[in-house]
């Protein structure tokens, strides 16, 4: 439970609470995980920083991309006609259309979360993000970036406030597999594929997995071998995966199934991003 | 801190810390709808509300964020008294059954119709896809959006909202609301907690962090200083007593194996202290202040475990029987340690606690070695189950207050003598100093037929005077409360070529987990309402049940009848593969009908002599030839992707109405001053419609509507004794004894008529509405009766009473259909199609008994497949939220979900009917096994059927 809740004007003014009360203040968002039953800040010691009304529930197209503000929440997500589909797909992993309406995407990917619902994708699709700050002269410093930057470094940004997510207009391969045997039980396993196909070859592939009980990982090796045309088939991909990634067993499965489970989609994904072209 | 916000359209101020979840500060000031039952886990959704008009939960809100906001409540639905469309429309519809968020639902349908005049499935889906609903399996809230959706332009818009039955009545049968649908769906005080009132204690459980250990140590002195403190309860200073948590008939068929307090603990989660304060946050506080000390034993989870012939011993106490105790006590009680405590049997159940041996029973006819011999094919197959919550929405919750020298206990519970008893034995005081109020039951599903909280609020407010409320977390409910046996059924079938049965075994090992409750009937009942499924002459079973130290178990709906009907029907599947036949036809060879004598019932009396049962009604012709035609049965289905096949399969499944010979109930129904009629019955309704039932009988037997007769069930001080709702009882017996109240009341009212009208009672008959009337034309109202016998002259208050018990049997029985798709690549299963067909004699509550079908197969759709309490090494759940054990949500419905009411007329039940709910948590495991194989050629021994162990059948990991 938060001891308080400072609502600002501005982000500035956010960003000064922030800069004045450091690591004892919370940036509240949708308020879904802060606020449930395991959140780890429930002691009543930290003081709630509103993210409400500074203008970050704004979705933007341009020509080169979509902006989503942090406080869009995962069903706005889903309603907004620009925003693309493998977004939507994955904001619907949230099984829950109640929870949707209160959960932001900047407070699912400042959450970090192993099953998170968004960041396989977000990397997947190159997204980036902006987080924001405050100097001693109080002047706000932007910084610009990549998603999978962040979710590598988390430690060192956890606790920097995200403005915005962009997502570069592309023409891009995006999916993400979602295993889980309810709707809303605790996935089994997140795999997102994503990549650029010039002249019947894939490039630029990123392939994120999540709910693996060892946190959100990029695959680099797999991604490598992607590019270079080393995984003819599912062995092979099964053989990588084995390599890369020890899941952990846990409620969800062992962690055979779960390395099984990546590789053939891994495979499938794959295959559907050449499409009918030759690898 | 104060905010200021509108709720429900009115400027409010409210004040709270910034962080107190909103809920919290809604319920406390009276918006009482706004429920939880999660403890803010965010999942079930029954703390839903509008924050400027969009559904949100209300735990997830502090206090702080809605400053300044629009609210909305269910609340606001209601109209003076008047209830909203929507709120009418479930009602109609009979998704208003154990209703504990039914008030949330009614908002987010409210809230869709704003947004989308005609939403399709698939919008209503994503609309109420934050809503657990553990009792109505979903599927008519779609009946009831249309219903709403309707009525917004055309109020008298009507649709056949489910079949009627019998033509020659005019109430039982019909479509009709449910008594206690209005107060439920408008979210007015109804549950315990609605009941509490200011300035009551708190009690909070320090549990066991070890599956099995002595306490050697246990130091409370802190606790009880700690300011607000008013009590601290451990195995020190509780009452002496041995009693067991079994709400069953008296002498329980359950060993008496704990106290409120022991000295050793036997799974994590187990009671160590109670401590009892002015606030939930003192408890908590005086909880982590207690200091205890363990000497730590090895545990013992799985059957196997515990019959290992090291295996350290769970019950090591001395043991008593209060009858038949063998000769040798004395010697076998020489390994007993006094730290255990006592193990008290009322009659030998074939026992050997030392061994861990809970309870055996073992039976047969014919011969079964002949039966073996004659086969032409022997297959023998062991099917296991695992441990399944039932979830109720409403988590367990007992709220005990002194009046007088009374203990009054405010309860939600299927069984208020059984608990009134049970509390009495344990706090040494006599019933009637117990006052036992059953409120309305916010899910129950057999857990609720236990005592597992009552006792200890109840001396917590005997021993300090004060009010206590004890309601459990959801954690306690996964590791403090009652849960479906794991068991380990072999199944051994011998039958000819053509497929005729010769010989049948069931072979039924059952964990019972650290105490005995329900330890011989439950496993029994995985043979009692399966074998007679089959009819061949050479039958044979044996039961045993162990202790171990996984979390307790007991009761849930269908008790041991899903695992049995799992394994029977599963295996007539195998055999059905072995000999190249159609099940469907085996199962026709070979099932019980109409006339058939069910033997192997002689064996299977739930610690008494058996006896043998006719079959009086029997809806499987109708069951299994609507449903085969329903589903295509011969027809293969092929799909367009390689990786899929479709498959599909068949269980018939059979039920009790009761315990004949062992249940008993009771009710009384009074004429009022203007004619109307006050009815008492001592059935539990748990949200089933039982009252309803009542109601109906009540009126349909005194040619009145069910306006005219009101109903108080469940309360032990002011309706008559019943055993309570289990073993699908409700209908059966409750039911009975409300038909035959008012019978008995008729023929008063027909004397005092004669008496009246100067006739002779032979010559009068009731009509509807509501008068006596003579042959010669003479008639009187039930008004002027009332004046003529409460007036000062007549003959009193005319009063009818019964009390009803049987030996007959009614049985219902059913067929289920399904049809799966299954991913050989990934293991997923998608059920495409559950045709569930039920025969439970005529259904007196047509939608009612749809919605209990649907629920029961729906909690069985979700124990075969998804729902799993996992424990690591040391015996502590794992999944101890909603969303970890799994429970399935409106988007894990079967695309394609009926159930069908197969009527027919049963001669022993009221009005012809059978019960109906808890046979539908039989059928989908087998049904759902048996298409799997169909599907891809391998057999799912173990439930539930993840993907992960479809993918090792098929070799792929
Ligand atoms: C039943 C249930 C199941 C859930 N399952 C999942 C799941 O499977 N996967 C999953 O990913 N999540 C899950 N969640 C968690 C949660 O709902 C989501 O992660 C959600 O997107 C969090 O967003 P929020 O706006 O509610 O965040 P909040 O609760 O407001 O904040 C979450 C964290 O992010 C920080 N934060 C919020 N906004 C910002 C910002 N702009 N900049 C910096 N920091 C910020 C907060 O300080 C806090 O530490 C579940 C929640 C519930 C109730
Ligand atoms: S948080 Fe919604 S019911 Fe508990």
Known sequence: MISDLIISKSLTELLQHRAELGSRSLFIAGGTEINRLDSPHSDGSFIGLSMENLGLDEIRETEAGITIGAMVTLQQLIDSPVIPDYIKAAAGFAGSRTLRNMATIGGNIASCRDDSYLLPTCIAAKARIHTIDIDRKGEILNEDIPIREYVENFENFSGCCLSEIFIKKQDRFVKTRRYSRTAQRTPDALISFGSDLKEGVLTDVRIAVGSLGCGIKRLPIIEQSVMNRDLQNEEQCLMAVKKVIEPADDITGSSEYKQYLVGITITDLMNEALGGHER | ?957
Not at chain 2, 294 to 323: C, R, S
Not at chain 2, 604 to 626: N, W
Not at chain 2, 629 to 658: C, F, H, R, T
Not at chain 2, 676 to 686: P, R
């Open chain 2, 1 to 957: 801190m104060k905010i200021a916000c509108k709720i429900n359209g009115v400027f409010k101020e409210l004040f709270g810390d910034a962080g107190i979840s909103l809920q919290k500060v809604l319920k406390k000031e009276g918006y009482i709808s706004v429920r939880d039952s999660d403890d803010a886990e965010g999942f079930a959704g029954s703390d839903t509300i509008l924050v400027n008009g969009i559904p949100v939960y209300a735990n997830l809100i502090t206090l702080a964020q809605v400053d300044g906001k629009e609210i909305v409540t269910p609340e606001s639905l209601l109209r003076g008294r008047r209830l909203s469309v929507v709120q009418q429309a479930m009602i109609d519809a009979g998704v208003v059954q154990s209703a504990y968020n039914a008030p949330a639902a009614a908002l987010l349908i409210t809230e869709l119709l704003e947004r989308i005049k005609d939403p399709t499935e698939v919008e209503i889906k994503d609309a109420l896809s934050g809503l657990f609903n553990r009792a109505t399996g979903y599927k008519q809230f779609f009946t009831a959006v249309k219903l709403a959706k309707e009525r917004m332009n055309d109020p008298g818009y009507t649709t056949e909202i489910a079949p009627e039955f019998r033509d020659d009545l005019r109430i039982v049968g019909k479509v009709k609301p449910k008594v206690d649908g209005a107060k439920l769906v408008s979210g007015q005080r109804a549950f315990v907690e609605d009941m509490v009132e200011q300035g009551s204690c708190h009690l909070k459980m320090l549990r066991s962090p070890h599956a099995h250990a002595y306490i050697t140590q246990i130091d409370t002195q802190d606790a009880e200083e700690l300011p607000g403190v008013v009590s601290v309860i451990t195995y020190k200073n509780c009452p002496d007593v041995y009693y067991g948590s079994a709400g069953q008939g008296f002498p329980e068929p359950s060993p008496y194996d704990s106290r409120m307090f022991n000295q050793k603990v036997r799974h994590v989660g187990d009671r160590v202290a109670a401590v009892v304060a002015e606030t939930p946050e003192i408890a908590l506080e005086a909880i982590s202040l207690i200091k205890v000390e363990y000497e730590v034993l090895k545990p013992i989870f799985t059957v196997d475990q515990a019959m290992a012939h090291d295996a350290p011993v769970v019950q090591n106490g001395v043991v008593e029987y209060v009858v038949g105790a063998p000769d040798n006590l004395n010697e076998y009680n020489q390994s007993s340690d006094s730290r255990d405590g006592k193990v008290i049997y009322q009659f030998p159940l074939h026992a050997d606690s030392h061994k861990n041996i809970a309870a055996g029973a073992h039976g047969a006819i014919g011969d079964i070695d002949s039966g073996f011999s004659e086969a032409d094919t022997i297959i023998e197959r062991t099917y296991e189950t695992s441990q399944i919550q039932c979830t109720p929405l409403e988590t367990h919750i007992s709220y005990a207050k002194m009046d007088n020298d009374r203990v009054v206990i405010h309860a939600s519970t299927q069984v208020p003598w059984h608990l009134r008893r049970i509390v009495a034995a344990a706090l040494g005081i006599s019933e009637n100093k117990i006052h036992v109020i059953k409120e309305r039951v916010g899910g129950g599903y057999g857990s609720k037929q236990d005592i597992l909280l009552e006792d200890v609020t109840a001396y917590a407010t005997f021993t300090t005077g004060r009010p206590v409320l004890y309601h459990y977390s959801r954690e306690e409910e996964f590791i403090g409360n009652s849960t479906r046996h794991p068991m380990k059924i072999t199944v051994k079938l011998g039958s000819k070529r053509d497929g005729k049965l010769t010989a049948v075994y069931m072979d039924v090992r059952a964990n019972t987990g650290p105490f005995g409750n329900h330890c011989l009937t439950v496993p029994m009942n995985a043979c009692s309402k399966s074998l007679p499924l089959v009819l061949c002459d050479n039958m044979k079973f044996d039961v045993t049940t162990y202790y171990s130290n996984i979390p307790p178990t007991g009761a849930y709906q269908g008790y041991g009848a899903p695992k049995g009907s799992y394994a029977l029907m599963t295996a007539l599947g195998e055999l059905s593969a072995e000999l190249g036949l159609d099940l469907l036809d085996i199962l026709e060879m070979n099932r019980v009908r109409e006339g058939s004598l069910l033997e192997i019932l002689r064996c299977l009396g739930e610690g008494r002599e058996g006896t043998p049962a006719l079959v009086k009604s029997c809806g499987l012709d109708g069951a299994l030839s609507i449903g085969s035609e329903m589903i295509d049965w011969k027809k293969d289905e092929l799909s367009d992707d390689p990786n899929i096949s479709v498959g599909k399969g068949v269980a018939i499944i059979q039920q009790g109405s009761g315990l004949p010979g062992l249940d008993h109930s009771c009710a009384d129904i009074k004429m009022l001053a203007d004619g109307t009629f006050m009815l008492h019955s001592g059935g539990a309704d748990l949200g089933t419609g039982l009252d309803t039932v009542s109601v109906k009988f009540a009126a349909e037997v005194l040619c009145v509507d069910m306006e005219q007769v009101s109903i108080l069930s469940g309360d032990t001080d002011n309706t008559p004794f019943d055993t309570g709702a289990y073993a699908s009882s409700g209908t059966f017996f409750s039911g009975s004894a409300s038909k035959l109240a008012a019978e008995d009341l008729k023929a008063k009212i027909l004397e005092a008529a004669a008496v009246s009208l100067e006739e002779k009672v032979e010559y009068l008959s009731l009509q509807t509405p509501g008068k006596v009337v003579s042959q010669s034309g003479k008639e009187i109202t039930y008004w002027q009766l009332a004046q003529d016998t409460q007036a000062g002259l007549g003959m009193g208050q005319l009063m009818g009473y019964a009390s009803f018990t049987t030996e007959d049997a009614a049985f219902p029985y059913g067929a289920h259909f399904c049809q799966v798709s299954v991913n050989k690549r990934t293991g997923e299963i998608k059920l495409d199609k559950y045709y569930a067909l039920q025969d439970c004699g005529t259904p007196i509550n047509p939608e009612l008994a749809l919605g209990q079908i649907y629920g029961g197969s729906f909690k069985s759709i979700g124990h075969t497949l998804y729902e799993d309490m996992i424990l690591d090494d040391n015996g502590t759940c794992l999944t101890t939220d909603l969303k970890d054990y799994g429970v399935p949500m409106i988007s894990e419905l079967p695309e394609d979900f009926q159930a069908i009411l197969i009527p027919t007329d049963d001669p022993y039940g009221p009005f012809g009917s059978k019960s109906v709910s808890e046979i539908s948590c039989n059928g989908a495991a087998p049904a759902i096994a048996n298409a799997i194989y169909d599907a891809v050629g391998v057999w799912m021994r173990t439930w539930p059927f993840t993907p992960e162990k479809v993918l090792k059948a098929l070799g792929k990991i």
